[in-house]
């Protein structure tokens, strides 16, 4: 079955860095489009970071500069580095896999980022 799982968060504090990993099984990874998605208590999930299928990239100005995105398709895993981490990343980051010719938007259970002193 369709797995995205995600791993790597916690607290750190600000100006920390973090990476989070999101390994996936049971689709074609190589052919998605992976997202990082982020969620922050009574805040609307916003797009973070996505690469494509070409390891193009593209990021939420509020990221810009401090976060990258990357891909290992060998290894089915997307990750993002986080740097100068603020207390506004604070939230939880979801991993997400997209592939619209084949209708496919798969989703991972997230992983909780606190940046806090």
């Known amino acids: 079955q369709v797995q995205l799982v995600e791993s790597g968060g916690g607290l750190v504090q600000p100006g920390g860095s973090l990476r989070l990993s999101c390994a996936a099984s049971?689709?074609?990874?190589?052919?998605?489009?992976m997202n990082w998605y982020r969620q922050a208590p009574g805040k609307e999930r916003e797009l973070v970071a996505g690469?494509?299928?070409?390891?193009?990239?593209n990021y939420a100005n509020s990221v810009k500069g401090r976060f990258t995105i990357s891909r290992d398709n060998a290894k089915s895993t997307v990750f993002l580095q986080m740097n100068s981490l603020k207390p506004e990343d604070t939230a939880m980051y979801y991993c997400?896999?997209?592939?619209?010719?084949?209708?496919?938007?798969?989703w991972g259970q997230g992983t909780q980022v606190t940046v806090s002193s």
């Open positions: 997400n896999a997209r592939r619209a010719s084949v209708g496919q938007n798969y």
């Open positions: 049971g689709f074609t990874f190589s052919l998605s489009v």
């Open positions: 690469i494509s299928t070409t390891s193009r990239t």
